[in-house]
């Protein structure tokens, strides 16, 4: 099983719509999970840290559930520049941090 | 903007030859971990740095080294190159070398093995 599995998409939506992405980790020790943004050949860019008790930004809400060991990220209204891919990331058993393969998010006009 | 630079930005090389690449981190942190990205693959772990020692490596053969210098930038050499090396190289800095410290990616180097 790996790490960190992700739905890779991908996930075509209409502006103003409302996507879910989820991610599964299957190291129970994890303690530190972050959502990070990726644009088409650029680098990996923090979106937010996720906490127990979830957290918002704006139109992102991101969600911990530590007894199922999964990650979501909410956005709503998704705007064109939404498009992008979302990677999710845990700290590792021997790695600082375990990305997942990531989400590919296309909003459409 | 990060703060984390890289060089060079696109690098050509081929099969057996020997790449050094380049990372300045953030002004103020003191760790630096390098990734791999290929195609369609998420960053994978290479090794990270923190005060100028070696501090944790992922599953990487040793022609992939590293060091760190005082001012905390970093480099990674890879020798014997394989066409397998061509991806991404992305440097991440961080405050501290704790999990719980975020990461701040440069824009990486492409490698292209040939």
């Known amino acids: 099983r790996k790490e960190v599995e992700q739905d890779p998409g991908p996930f075509n939506v209409p502006e103003g719509a409302t996507v879910a992405f989820n991610c599964t980790y299957s190291n129970s020790a994890s303690q530190s999970f972050f959502w990070y943004r990726q644009d088409c050949r650029k680098e990996p860019k923090l979106l937010m840290s996720v906490y127990s008790s979830g957290n918002e930004d704006g139109r992102f809400t991101a969600q911990l559930n530590r007894a199922s060991q999964y990650i979501s990220l909410l956005i709503r209204d998704s705007k064109l520049s939404d498009s992008a891919t979302y990677l999710c990331v845990v700290n590792g058993r021997n790695t600082p941090l375990v990305f997942g393969k990531g989400t590919r998010l296309s909003v459409i006009a | 903007e990060t703060g984390v630079t890289q060089s060079p930005t696109h690098l050509i090389k081929t099969r057996g030859q020997q790449v050094t690449l380049r990372c300045s981190s953030q002004s103020g942190h003191n760790t630096v971990s390098w990734y791999q990205q290929a195609l369609g693959q998420g960053p994978q772990f290479i090794f990270q740095?923190?005060?100028?020692?070696?501090?944790g490596r992922g599953n990487f053969p040793p022609r992939f080294s590293g060091l760190q210098f005082p001012n905390y930038s970093s480099e990674l050499n890879v020798n014997a190159l394989e066409l397998d090396d061509s991806a991404l190289y992305l440097c991440a800095s961080s405050l501290e070398a704790g999990r719980s410290y975020e990461q701040y990616f440069g824009p990486g180097t492409r490698l292209t093995v040939t």
């Open positions: 740095y923190y005060r100028e020692e070696e501090n």
